[in-house]
Antibody, heavy 120, light 109 residues
Framework: QLQLQESGPGLVKPSETLSLTCTVSGGSISSSDMYWGWIRQPPGKGLEWIGMMYYSGNTYYNPSLKTRVTISVDTSKNQLSLRLSSVTAADAAVYYC????????????WGQGTMLTVSS | DIQMTQSPSTLSASVGDRVTITCRASQTISTWLAWYQQKPGKAPKLLIFKASNLESGVPSRFSGSGSGTDFTLTISSLQPDDFATYYCQHYNSFSPSCSFGQGTKLEIK
């Protein structure tokens, strides 16, 4: 069945750019009727939607993060990527990638998440 | 932006209880509302989509209802495995975006 696996550096210095990758296995990231998204969760806090993308290129971002976020898809590698620039301590969180069924408006498959620490 | 407000923030209940969690949208959202269950250290799990549709494999004791601005998640008879944090989530189909409620922690009484 479809599985998502996030990968990333674990530790980023303040003001640097975070890069995360989500590898999709057991299915194609080029599936129609799906968005591929990123959601984060600071320690002890709730979920925050970061953004999502359709495989053909349409992207949608949380307005509060829009100036710092880039989401992209590499269909040849079946991967989703997240870049977040100028990170601060407030960006420390578990970052999840997830698949959204467009017609349902919900995220039905999630990765296990990857923790980001921001420290010099 | 549409804001999602859950209540209560914390709920104490016993095994066998019927519990209801509420999610209110700051403006009408039709039935674009999902519910998730999250346990510590784990990714959220989809329970309900489009307000009242049970995700495949989710026990039938979970149900969702509502439309417009007011929505509820009901667990008909709490089981030990149900103690977790629950989130609602809105999807804006007109200008694709999402937002989550702040969460409701369901604790053992």
């Amino acid at each position: 069945q479809l599985q998502l696996q996030e990968s990333g550096p674990g530790l980023v210095k303040p003001s640097e750019t975070l890069s995360l990758t989500c590898t999709v296995s057991g299915g194609s990231i080029s599936s129609s009727d799906m968005y591929w998204g990123w959601i984060r969760q600071p320690p002890g806090k709730g979920l925050e939607w970061i953004g999502m993308m359709y495989y053909s290129g349409n992207t949608y971002y949380n307005p509060s993060l829009k100036t710092r976020v880039t989401i992209s898809v590499d269909t040849s590698k079946n991967q989703l990527s997240l870049r977040l620039s100028s990170v601060t301590a407030a960006d420390a969180a578990v970052y999840y990638c997830a698949r959204a069924v467009i017609l349902a408006g919900s995220f039905d498959i999630w990765g296990q998440g990857t923790m980001l620490t921001v420290s010099s | 932006d549409i804001q999602m407000t859950q209540s209560p923030s914390t709920l104490s209940a016993s095994v066998g209880d019927r519990v209801t969690i509420t999610c209110r949208a700051s403006q009408t959202i039709s039935t674009w509302l999902a519910w998730y269950q999250q346990k510590p250290g784990k990714a959220p799990k989809l329970l309900i989509f489009k307000a009242s549709n049970l995700e495949s494999g989710v026990p039938s004791r979970f149900s969702g209802s509502g439309s417009g601005t007011d929505f509820t998640l009901t667990i008909s008879s709490l089981q030990p495995d149900d103690f977790a944090t629950y989130y609602c989530q809105h999807y804006n189909s007109f200008s694709p975006s999402c937002s989550f409620g702040q969460g409701t922690k369901l604790e053992i009484k």
